[in-house]
């Protein structure tokens, strides 16, 4: 059999999807990569939440050349703007710069260096020079870049509900404002899903964006000794800061940057209670 006939043949049965960028997106060195520059100003949280909503985080920068490649393909589509956010903070770990992607921090290009011990600041980037600013993260809005993945074509998700590839379900942030956990799981059937669950840290970290800022609850209650999701899928992870108070207990995840020693865990709480948001997944088209 001929190379391009049996391409041809798996090209049937496995057919095969481009990723691309989505429309108006910069393709990054990467192919995967892609980079949305948005001129509309915002803080740097609300900066972050529009990333997230776009599938994607304010972008990280691993080395030279991919700060290089930012500041001439950003400077060459704006002329006007020459400040813009970028993923490094050090809201999400105090003390600590990191990446809202949560990818390495392993390079910087500060003006006057690497700055340490310093809480709830950001990184601005000079897209004429490269360089990096320390700026206060809620009191100046600057236009922003965002990293999003290149899409497949593979995944289809109702409006307001973002997608995850590492699952390949779908995910929505709800204001759970004066509800229970029992009321935001009713909410979340409603529109053919649950109570998120979680299954590994990479998907933790996904939800985790999605609630930035705030406690969320998740599908985990407890029957007894026994913890259960909302949607049936197996106990299979665990990611409670201590052990859990669990006797008609249910869990929420620390989205919250005040209680830092929380932050990213599960605490359990009464079911009766009610948290700032839930999450709800269903699946995918």
């Known amino acids: 059999m001929s190379r391009s006939l049996l391409i041809e043949l798996l090209a049937l049965v496995f057919p095969l999807t481009l990723a691309t960028c989505p429309k108006g997106a910069i393709e990054g060195l990467n192919p995967s990569d892609c980079y949305i520059f948005i001129a509309a100003p915002k803080n740097w949280n609300d900066a972050e939440s529009d990333c997230v909503s776009r599938q994607g985080h304010l972008t990280s920068i691993p080395d030279a050349f991919h700060n290089t490649f930012l500041k001439q393909e950003i400077s060459s589509i704006s002329s006007s703007v020459n400040e813009t956010w970028i993923g490094a903070n050090t809201i999400q770990t105090p003390d600590q710069w990191t990446w809202s992607d949560h990818t390495n921090f392993t390079y910087s290009n500060f003006l006057n260096g690497k700055t340490e011990n310093e809480t709830n600041v950001c990184a601005s980037f000079d897209t004429y020079t490269g360089k990096w600013s320390v700026e206060s993260c809620h009191d100046l809005s600057l236009s922003y870049i965002c990293k999003v993945n290149a899409e497949s074509g593979t995944n289809s998700c109702d409006a307001d509900y973002v997608y995850f590839p590492g699952t390949k379900y779908c995910y929505k942030a709800i204001d759970a404002s004066g509800k229970n956990f029992n009321q935001t799981e009713d909410e979340c059937a409603q529109e053919g899903g649950h109570l998120?669950?979680?299954?590994?840290?990479?998907?933790?970290?996904?939800?985790l964006a999605l609630i930035y800022g705030s406690n969320a609850w998740i599908g985990l209650y407890f029957d007894g000794l026994v913890g259960n999701w909302t949607d049936g899928t197996p106990n299979d992870y665990s990611n409670f800061f201590a052990s859990?108070?669990?006797?008609?207990?249910?869990?929420?995840?620390?989205?919250?940057?005040?209680?830092?020693?929380?932050?990213?865990?599960?605490?359990?709480?009464?079911?009766?209670k009610s948290e700032g948001l839930a999450v709800c997944k269903k699946s995918s088209a």
């Open 244 to 272: 859990p108070s669990i006797f008609d207990k249910c869990a929420f995840l620390v989205g919250q940057h005040g209680i830092p020693d929380l932050y990213r865990f599960w605490v359990t709480d009464d079911c009766t």
């Open 196 to 207: 998120t669950s979680i299954h590994n840290e990479a998907e933790n970290t996904f939800v």
